[in-house]
């Protein structure tokens, strides 16, 4: 069985063009914002994704270097972290892929080769996954 998974999209994070003109920066929404609504919509009309992954806002997850920055998250799974994102299709397409694939790999490790190229290249972390009892036994 599937567990369902989050995947958490900055929503503060801006593209390095807009970081360096402050006009831009005080008047456009921000990039990860932009890419937050064009998930949310690709993973609506994706019947394999629709009711497996959660999307959720974050605020600013300290990776603004190398924004738009997401995580992607499941009990008993291993852990994303992916940044160097944007809202265009491409960038979308290989988050969703992604996704898809987090969310069928039962213990959340898709083959290497199988992750988009752009994920692959651009994943700050992956983090073994929470244990899930903790024992106070010494």
Same mark, same amino acid.
């Given at each position: 069985?599937?567990? &369902?998974?989050?995947?958490?999209? #900055? ?10 003109? $402050?006009? +831009?920066?005080?008047?456009? #929404? $921000?990039?990860?914002? &932009?890419?937050? =609504? ?10 394999? /994704?629709? =009711? ?7 605020? #600013?997850? !300290? !990776? #603004? ?9 499941? &009990? ?8 160097? /994102?944007?809202? !265009? ?8 892929? %992604? ?9 959340? /490790?898709?083959?290497?080769?199988? +992750?988009?190229?752009?994920? +692959? ?12 009892? %903790?024992?106070?036994? !010494?």
């Amino acid at each position: 069985m599937k567990n &369902k998974a989050i995947l958490q999209i #900055c929503s503060t994070c801006n593209s390095a063009a807009v970081k360096q003109n $402050p006009e +831009r920066l005080a008047t456009e #929404c $921000p990039e990860g914002e &932009k890419l937050l =609504g064009a998930v949310q919509s690709a993973v609506k009309a994706d019947a394999d /994704l629709d =009711g497996q992954l959660v999307i959720q806002a974050a605020r #600013c997850m !300290s !990776s #603004c270097k190398r924004s738009c920055v997401v995580a992607l998250l499941a &009990k008993d799974k291993y852990q994303f972290v992916v940044g160097e /994102l944007d809202s !265009s299709a491409d960038r979308v397409d290989d988050l969703v892929a %992604f996704a898809k694939s987090y969310v069928e790999a039962e213990d959340g /490790l898709p083959q290497w080769r199988e +992750r988009p190229q752009h994920i +692959r290249k651009n994943t700050i972390a992956r983090l073994h996954p929470f244990p899930s009892e %903790f024992s106070n036994d !010494s």
